[in-house]
């Protein structure tokens, strides 16, 4: 009997999601090699995207208007070589709203990667400047180079 309620379940699970409503919506464009967007706790109706080249824009999701200047822009220390390296990562402190704080991650032109904390003071632009490299190992390939940074549950960086 569990066995059939197993199956049962799993048959309508997939039936549902088979049915669900699933596309794609244009919020913004214009940008050079966007890989990564996302939204810090407690911003609403915007969104910021990442470029690896090295600059993170702020967009509005209402009009899709992109703002004037990048959020931050370290273009001047990012190596794009190969197909792997650039601006990478992006994580926004759990206390972003308060704290202004954020940490990436990219592969730099002395073939290292850099973790690097910035603090933005307004959430609407960052003086690249102000950096402070948390972590710098070698990185001496083109590809390879994983970059994804993110706060888990007990509020560490990974």
């Known amino acids: 009997m569990l066995r059939k309620t197993t199956v049962a379940a799993a048959f309508f699970a997939t039936l549902a999601v088979s049915h669900a409503d699933i596309g ?13 967007a996302g939204v810090p706790k407690g911003a609403k109706d915007q969104l910021w995207v990442m470029e690896q080249g090295g600059r993170v824009w ?11 200047e990048p959020f931050l ?3 001047q220390d990012v190596t794009r070589r190969g197909n ?10 759990p206390d972003f709203e308060k704290s202004g704080r954020y940490y990436v991650n990219y592969t730099d032109k002395e073939k290292q990667t850099r973790i690097v904390r910035f603090i933005s003071k307004d959430k609407k632009t960052t003086d690249s400047s102000t950096g402070e490299i948390i972590l710098k190992y ?18 560490m960086l990974y």
């Open 73 to 75: 822009d370290v273009s």
């Open 138 to 155: 070698p990185s001496e390939f083109e590809n390879h180079n994983g970059g994804w940074l993110d706060f888990g549950p007990d509020g």
């Open 84 to 93: 792997e390296e650039g601006l990478l990562g992006l994580a926004f402190a």
């Open 24 to 36: 794609v919506k244009e919020v913004a464009k214009g940008f050079e090699r966007p890989v990564w």
């Open 58 to 68: 702020i967009v509005d999701e209402k009009t899709g208007e992109r703002s004037s």
